[in-house]
């Protein structure tokens, strides 16, 4: 007996079941992980999937070291445990990782469990209807147990249900890359590089590429799932889907714009476009001082990586933006970019400045409280000085009848009616004064009046020159002037009390309004 042959082959078949158990230790303690963070997004369906591919892996260890046919059908039917699941957990986890999953209709969710559900109890009950495997058998390759079988048209299914699972997996993510922000592609393409060794694995071993036609398939989900884990934990891959992100970054409200180093534009999502009109497509790798050169501030605050800004942009109508810049980092800490959010705060400049005005009308209407406060009192004195004055006019009017006494009675009629006229008619302008000057003076020469000029003025002033000639006889009288410059002199006063009297109210009514604007609940 060859006894080194022998050891060898045993270390062959330990040193495999080791390697295929580690695969299946590593896929479970990711598993684990996984669901430690299974508030991330898709978290869940990952270690899903990760213990599928664990129950895979351990039950394919297994089976290679079974000594009968009854070994291998028990632990092939425990691996299919995971395998059958495999693809709708596939199919969960990357619908999930792109943002579709909310969009699928629940009835195709179910229809894929059921699938696998399906596949599951068709490899159990092979024994009786021989549609998943024909003619199974077992084969001796040392140092391994293969099981060999006929593929049948269940076990058919089930592969067209695990490809087509995966390849519209992969569809799905090279869709995405259309719909994804530019920032974010590259971790799209780590999860399908990730699915790629799955399929390498897949080609190896349908094209028996390996030594004893061992299925490589464990060690490349392995893989996968190390990659997965990698961009999960490590770039936080799921925390956010970047078809999540880029939908977020298409939608806000905010303008973004995203430049490299040297200041030159590498994305901006639609609300940057509606704010910059300059901003297209072809100016993608350009520098932002050349797209948007009437952005001075924009500019000096991306050039010298300022952390706020603020600027106006004038369109349709005049936006008040403010400006936030943070650099964007690697995973070394090192600068790679600039973000710019770009927030339009219009309302807010527009509020505060209501706001400024509001508190200096409030100052202003304090002050004018207190003015009028001041004019009350003063106001009331003169209302009542001026009301007395009036009522002695008044009572002066009911005398001047007995007190022209000494004139004829057309005269002393004549009197009363220029002292009612002047006190209540309205006042000449100095325009009138001159035309009414330029009658009388002649009047008076004519008639030898010579002293009578004070007379004559009067009545230009207090617009009753049509009364003048009628009058004449009583100038000519030396006490009918005495008594005629007698009216006359009240006359003008009493005007200026009316004036004073209105001057008032209109004072009065000034301070009423002044005070309702003060006081406006007064």
Partial sequence: MNYRGVAYLLWQRTAMMIAILIASIITGVLAFFAYQHRHQTGAREFAALMITLSIYS?????????????????????????????????????????????????????????????????????????????NVSIRRENPFSIITYQMGPLGFAYLIYLYSMV??????????LTRTAKIYRSQIWMVVCGSLITWLGSIIYLFDWTPYQLDPCPFAFTLTGLVLTWGVFRHKLLSLSPIARGIIFETMRDGVLIVDMQDRIVDYNPAARNLFKELTPGVIGRNLAEVIPDHKQLIDQVRNNLERSEFYVIGKDRRCIDSQLSLIL????????????????????????QFIQAEKLTVLGQLVSNVVHEMNTPLAAIKATAENTEQTFINLGRQLANALDGLGT???????????????????TPMEVHEALEKLLPVLEKNKLAGAEDIVYSFALLNIAEYFIRLVPVIQDEQGRVYLRFILESAKQRKKIAGLLFEEKRAASIVRALKSYSHPSA
Avoid: M
Avoid at 73 to 93: R, V
């Fill in 58 to 134: 351990f039950g394919y260890g297994f089976e290679l070291s079974s000594n009968n046919l009854a070994q291998v059908l028990f632990w092939n039917k425990f691996e299919y445990i995971g395998i059958a699941f495999i693809p709708f957990f596939w199919i969960l986890l990357i619908g999930n990782y792109i943002g579709i999953s909310q969009t699928v209709k629940k009835w195709i969710i179910y229809i894929l469990f059921v699938a696998s559900l399906f596949t599951l109890g068709a490899n159990f009950t092979n024994g009786f209807h021989h549609l998943y495997y024909i």
């Fill in 410 to 428: 057309s005269q002393k009629q004549l009197c009363l009616e220029i002292f009612e006229k002047s006190q209540t008619g309205p006042e000449s």
């Fill in 167 to 176: 390849f519209g997996g992969n569809v799905l993510l090279i869709t995405a």
């Fill in 330 to 353: 690697s995973n070394s800490k090192t600068p790679i970019g600039k973000n710019i959010i770009c927030d339009d705060i219009t309302l807010q400049r527009e509020a505060q400045t």
